[in-house]
């Protein structure tokens, strides 16, 4: 709109021509909002409220006498306030870069004045304690001209040629180098003790390897042993139970072999005994009816005698028998022929029997004949045996 004027965030408007100002100032100050401005009359400029900057380099004797030269940066700019701006308006309107150069004098001022009174060692270890010292004597001056200083960075100390800060610093230097080369000294046992470390968990791996290797070729030559092995453990197993199954065989043989012996020998042996203890028997009962016949002179009686006396003979030999052992292989045939032995055996007893007697008596009848003046007496009677 025509006549009406605004001024930008960073700035600040002056207004000149009209009566109404602030207290003694000739003009009046809009900032943050704009102004009808009436041409002609009125009279507008513009000053700058953005943040300036100014470099100090300035050579400063120490209280030793020592020259350094000092390098600094002021950040200001023109207070907010109405006061602030009045001063700097008046100050600066017409030529605002001077700010800067004024500043910078101002500080370079202030920067000799207190570095006069510390050491060199102070100014070095302590930066912030001057920046802080700088500003604080700056303050007041810097308000008298609207300006404010937002920071001060003391950017280098210089002690020229004379080597005092690098002599001042030697001994730290030392100690950190010395800190530094047993901080190194340090690091290079770490390593090494981490490479030996390292080393040995790598032998110890090498050694668990071989073990665990060795453990493996192991069980396969054992394996592939047993697995050679196994055909002939077989066989030889086969042969062994072949050979226990012939032994088995052959004592059930032997046993069967000495079970017929006992059949075939020794029974038939038993029973010859036995027969022969039946004929030692029959013959001590022939001896027997003989002794008894001698006795009586009586044939007759003696035949009758050995006909009743023969069953009980028959009977004693089966009485014997029949206590014996006798396998008969051969069924009733066998038992037939057991039967005709034994009456056999009778009637040749009983034909010895008679025979032997049969002459005894003779003997005796002619003996007792001659001594009666006799002859011998045929027999009368007949015994005829079927």
């Known amino acids: 709109m025509f006549g009406y004027r605004v001024p930008a965030p960073d700035e600040a408007m002056l207004i000149s021509g009209g ?18 401005v009436l041409p002609v009359f009125r009279k507008t400029r513009f000053l700058t409220l953005a943040m300036c900057e100014a ?7 120490t209280r030793q006498g020592i020259a350094l030269t000092v ?13 602030s701006i009045v001063n700097a308006g008046q100050r600066f309107l017409s030529d605002q870069d001077q700010m800067s150069i004024l500043t910078g004098r101002i500080f370079a001022g202030h920067l000799r004045s207190i570095i006069g009174s510390m050491t060199v060692e102070e100014i070095v270890t302590e930066r912030q304690k001057l ?23 003391i950017q280098s100390i210089d002690d020229g040629q004379t080597g005092y800060i690098a002599a001042m610093a030697a001994p730290h230097k030392a100690a950190i180098q010395r800190q530094a080369q047993i901080a190194q000294a340090m690091a290079t046992q770490q390593s090494v003790e981490a490479q030996q470390a390292a080393e040995r968990n790598q032998a110890e791996y090498a050694r668990q390897t071989a073990v665990v290797r060795a ?25 062994q139970e072949v050979l226990t199954a012939q032994t088995e065989l052959a004592q059930r043989a032997a046993e069967l072999r000495q079970q017929q012996l006992v059949a075939e020998i020794v029974k038939p042996a038993e029973a010859e005994a036995e027969r022969i203890r039946v004929l030692a028997l029959a013959e001590a009962n022939r001896m027997k009816i003989q002794a008894e016949a001698a006795a009586s002179y009586d044939r007759v009686a003696l035949d009758r005698m050995l006909i009743d006396q023969l069953p009980q003979i028959v009977k004693e030999a089966a009485a014997g028998l029949q206590g014996a052992n006798v396998n008969v292989l ?13 009456v056999g055996q009778g009637l040749t007893i009983l034909d010895s029997v008679r025979q032997n007697l049969g002459t005894s008596s003779r003997a005796e009848k ?4 001659s001594r009666d003046g006799q002859g011998p007496r045929p027999l009368t009677g007949r015994v005829e045996l079927d």
Do not use: W
């Open 131 to 153: 920046a802080s010292e700088v500003l604080e004597t700056s303050k007041t001056e810097m308000g008298t001209i609207g300006l404010t200083v937002d920071s001060l960075q």
């Open 366 to 369: 002619e003996e007792r004949d």
């Open 215 to 239: 453990q493996y070729s192991a069980e396969v030559d054992r394996a592939q042993a047993e697995a050679a092995q196994a055909g002939p453990l077989a066989q030889a197993h086969a042969q």
């Open 71 to 83: 390098k600094a940066v002021i950040a200001f700019k023109v207070g907010n306030d109405k006061e």
């Open 19 to 36: 009566r109404r100002g602030m207290g003694d100032a000739p003009f009046r100050v809009v900032t943050g909002h704009g102004a009808f």
């Open 330 to 342: 051969n069924g009733a045939d066998g038992l037939g022929e057991i039967a005709a032995g034994l």
């Open 55 to 61: 470099e100090v380099a300035e050579t400063c004797v």
